[in-house]
């Protein structure tokens, strides 16, 4: 992971942030039909999974779902009831064998980032590598310190470092031994809204530029779909769906994922012909993804985001109500209540403005095709 030569400095200049590995890139970690159960409660349920050499994957889902429990299998923290776990094609975790933590060649950076108060940034770093010679250790420390841009402050201790500082810390020292996967449980809980944003994009930059493979859970969306190469919802100890960022999030595969992933309103149609009929007017056929021609006919339900309609003021055709308005300050989210019943959200710049109880017109305006689920298939 070393081996790409890249400073801190040289790494601004990288351009790492879009590069997923290749689809024919070897698989570092699998997970087949894991299970794990604490007591009568079934935590994680069948699970597979596997994840590519340099790619970054994130478990997204609500608390309680399984996402850490899948992440303490993978570090060897628990034993998997059923199933196996394996890294580089070795099974690590199986009905007949579990290699330690500390023997898997995994990596973690815990919530807290659990740095050793007594050591210094640069001591903390190179905690991992006693067994190297000084000099090779040395060398490897300043190479991370230098990528995490911290190269002036190794002689520091965690209480005078930012909470980004320490973090860069944590994570310098999990790839630090050059593991087979790093692990990051909850990364950015425990920093505040804005230098979360910051970290994000400076983790994703790290880890790209090392060449690390890595495993992120988290139950925030806009996180998952920022950091990772893929995302993997997680619901009841199950996934329900993997696959890039913007497909999971343009294209999903269930109600849950699509709720889960962020605003979504399920506007009711009927398929006639070329067109679904909604309480919007018709949407046309061929702006539905994968719509065929065998659901004529059919009652469906189109999801539309904030971002995919406009609430028009003093419309030629009134087809709701303002009913509560959300100030988001450079964004204002509108819940209209259409004449059907159903509630939509819009999306509006901070300097539009509508009342609440003022009629209004529902405009489709999204630029790309929708989704759909079948109406007899409602939660």
């Known amino acids: 992971m070393s081996g790409s030569g890249l400073t801190g400095r040289d790494a601004a200049t990288a351009d790492v942030s879009s590069e997923a590995p290749p689809p024919d ?68 975790s199986g009905p007949e064998s579990h290699v330690p933590p500390e023997d898997r060649g995994v990596g973690v950076v815990f919530q807290e980032f659990a740095l050793f108060p007594h050591l210094t940034a640069a001591e903390n770093v190179g905690f991992g590598l006693q067994d190297r010679p000084e000099a090779e250790r040395e060398a490897r420390v300043a190479e991370l310190l230098d990528l995490v841009g911290l190269a002036d402050r190794g002689d520091a201790h965690p209480d005078e470092l930012s909470g980004g500082q320490q973090q860069r810390v944590a994570l310098a020292r999990a790839i630090a031994p050059e593991p087979a996967v790093v692990l990051l449980d909850e990364p950015f809980s425990n920093l505040d809204v804005d230098l979360r944003v910051e970290m994000r994009e400076e983790v994703r930059r790290i880890l790209k530029t090392a060449g690390v493979t890595a495993v992120s859970v988290t139950h925030d969306q806009e996180e998952a779909l920022s950091i990772s190469d893929r995302v993997a919802v997680v619901n ?77 003021p003093d419309g030629d055709a009134p087809d709701g109500r303002v009913r509560a308005r959300r100030y988001l300050g450079p964004t204002v ?26 009629p209004v017109e529902v405009v489709l305006s999204a630029g790309h095709d929708l989704a759909w689920f079948p109406a007899d298939q409602r939660e």
């Open 25 to 92: 890139a070897p698989t570092v970690l699998e997970l087949d039909d894991v299970s794990k159960s604490f007591g009568d409660e079934a935590v994680i349920d069948d699970l597979s999974l596997s994840v590519r050499e340099g790619e970054i994957l994130t478990l997204l889902g609500p608390s309680g779902c399984g996402k850490t429990t899948t992440l303490r299998l993978v570090a060897g923290l628990d034993r998997p009831d059923a199933g196996t776990v394996r890294l580089h094609g070795e099974t690590v």
């Open 333 to 358: 989210l509108y819940e209209v209540e259409l004449d059907d019943g159903t509630a939509v959200e819009c999306m509006h710049n901070h300097d539009e403005s509508l009342a609440i109880g003022e």
């Open 236 to 312: 009841d100890g199950r996934i329900e769906q993997s696959g890039a960022p913007e497909s999971v999030f343009q294209q999903p595969e269930s109600r849950f994922v699509a709720g889960f992933l962020g605003h979504a309103a399920f506007l009711p149609g009927r398929v006639v012909g070329g067109e679904v009929r909604t309480g919007l007017g018709p949407v046309d056929r061929a702006c539905v993804d994968g719509l065929t021609g065998a659901y004529d006919r059919v009652d469906v339900d189109i999801l539309v985001r904030p971002d995919d309609v406009r609430a028009v």
